[in-house]
């Protein structure tokens, strides 16, 4: 079984900083892409940032400057560093991860539980 447990999430003034973790855990071979999504209450989850297992990464065009994406391969663990918060970036924050569970097996999606982010004016 692979778990991916979130951390990280709070209440934080308009222009503060957080750091979120995600970290898999389980039977692991290996984990490709690995991503933060995030859904406001009303709206459709977005897509905040990726990062591959060589570090490529990708921002959403609402962080780009403020949040950054990064892993520990070592720990299987990813984070998202947010900077500069917004009261818009309030929202349930969700990492996603592609692992492959032994060498034989297939990709397979996973997702954390999510944690909240609360931004106040």
């Known amino acids: 079984q692979v778990q991916l447990v979130e951390a990280g999430g709070g209440l934080v003034q308009a222009g503060g900083s957080l750091r979120l973790s995600c970290a898999a855990s389980?039977?692991?071979?290996?984990?490709?892409?690995m991503r933060w999504y995030r859904q406001a209450p009303g709206k459709q989850r977005e897509l905040v940032a990726a990062?591959?297992?060589?570090?490529?990464?990708n921002d959403a065009d609402s962080v780009k400057g403020r949040f950054t994406i990064s892993r520990d391969n070592a720990k299987n663990t990813v984070y998202l560093q947010m900077s500069s918060l917004k009261p818009e970036d309030t929202a349930v924050y969700s990492c996603?991860?592609?692992?492959?569970?032994?060498?034989?097996?297939?990709?397979?999606?996973?997702w954390g539980q999510g944690t909240q982010v609360t931004v106040s004016e």
């Open positions: 996603n991860a592609d692992i492959r569970r032994t060498r034989w097996s297939s990709l397979r999606s996973y």
């Open positions: 389980g039977s692991v071979e290996t984990i490709n892409t």
């Open positions: 990062i591959t297992s060589v570090g490529s990464t």
